[in-house]
């Protein structure tokens, strides 16, 4: 349960890389802070390692973004222990090699990435307020990404780029389009890329391949607390609660494709995304 009179943050795929570090600056600038994390196990062990630091006023919840019902279970239970969302930051992210599919049968990139933080979002917009704000981790990638309308699931010639990149321009695009939808409620929405950031989403946590990459990278690529700068920018500085529907990189609105750009995309994919998930948003 939230500390009276304190901001409450919700932060996806916490319980390690970026996720983690967001987390931790979040609660050090005096906010509770809520884990969302997949893996209960793992969660417990960075809560730990975080309250093990300093006491921060860190809680940890588990929710599976690949998994519909488990996001709405999440949602109802979260609404009874906390009053609001101040800050909701879409952190989560999966990258695979192979195609594989969500528990309710989507590719597993646009069903962790998109589908899953575009469920959370719409169930968390009632606990919301004037001020609140969401924070999408994007990325780059968005700049290859096509939307396959006609084979969204990608049955045909998957890529594990094209899914990606697919599954980042849907964050892109959810941002600016929930960003008009919510405006007049005064609730900011806007996505980042962290840039280059070894971290451990391409890890197949089967098999662990990919670790001996990912310890190379770190010595090369930017660090988790480094690579988290711009959505906690967003999350605690003044031009995150003026500014919305835009993309920043380096703490900076950036350039996005033109794809990134499309209302008419944008508006489609709502659409297909409320279809899918069976969560409408209120008009």
């Known amino acids: 349960?939230?500390?009276?009179?304190?901001?409450?943050?919700?932060?996806?795929?916490?319980?390690?890389?970026?996720?983690?570090?967001?987390?931790?600056?979040?609660?050090?600038?005096?906010?509770?802070?809520?884990?969302?994390?997949?893996?209960?196990?793992?969660?417990?062990?960075?809560?730990e390692e975080l309250q093990m630091i300093k006491n921060r006023d860190i809680h940890?919840?588990?929710?599976?973004?690949?998994?519909?019902?488990?996001?709405?279970?999440?949602?109802?239970?979260?609404?009874?222990s906390y009053p609001r969302v101040?800050?909701?930051?879409?952190?989560?992210?999966?990258?695979?090699?192979?195609?594989?599919?969500?528990?309710?049968?989507?590719?597993e990139q646009f069903g962790v990435n998109h589908l899953g933080h575009f469920l959370l979002t719409l169930r968390l917009l009632d606990k919301m307020v004037q001020g609140s704000r969401i924070i999408v981790v994007a990325s780059g990638?968005?700049?290859?990404?096509k939307i396959h309308f006609d084979d969204i699931n990608?049955?045909?010639?998957?890529?594990?780029i094209k899914a990606y990149g697919q599954?980042?321009?849907a964050n892109v695009l959810f941002t600016r389009e929930l960003a008009l939808r919510v405006k007049a409620r005064g609730i900011t929405v806007n996505c980042c890329h962290p840039g280059a950031v070894a971290t451990?989403?391409?890890?197949?946590?089967?098999?662990?391949?990919?670790?001996?990459?990912?310890?190379?990278l770190k010595n090369i690529f930017l660090s988790p607390e480094e690579?988290?700068?711009?959505?906690?920018?967003l999350a605690t500085g003044s031009e995150g609660g003026k500014v919305t529907g835009k993309y920043f990189y380096r703490c900076q609105i950036s350039a996005t494709s033109k794809a990134a750009k499309s209302r008419s995309q944008a508006k489609q994919l709502f659409e297909l995304s409320e279809k899918l998930t069976e969560e409408y948003l209120p008009l």
Do not use: P, Q, W
């Not at 990638?141 to 990404?145: C, L, Y």
């Not at 451990?200 to 190379?216: A, L, P, Q, Y």
């Not at 690579?227 to 920018?233: D, E, F, Q, R």
């Open 141 to 145: 990638a968005h700049k290859v990404g």
């Open 167 to 169: 599954s980042k321009l």
């Open 200 to 216: 451990s989403m391409g890890v197949d946590r089967i098999t662990g391949f990919g670790s001996s990459v990912t310890g190379i």
């Open 1 to 47: 349960m939230a500390t009276e009179g304190k901001k409450i943050a919700v932060v996806t795929g916490a319980n390690s890389g970026m996720g983690k570090a967001t987390v931790a600056a979040l609660a050090d600038r005096g906010y509770t802070v809520v884990m969302l994390c997949r893996n209960k196990a793992r969660g417990e062990a960075a809560l």
């Open 86 to 107: 101040d800050v909701l930051v879409n952190n989560a992210g999966v990258v695979s090699l192979d195609r594989r599919i969500t528990y309710d049968g989507y590719e």
């Open 60 to 80: 940890l919840m588990s929710c599976d973004l690949g998994h519909m019902d488990d996001i709405r279970r999440f949602t109802d239970e979260f609404k009874v």
């Open 227 to 233: 690579g988290a700068k711009t959505a906690i920018y």
């Open 154 to 160: 990608l049955k045909k010639g998957f890529h594990a």
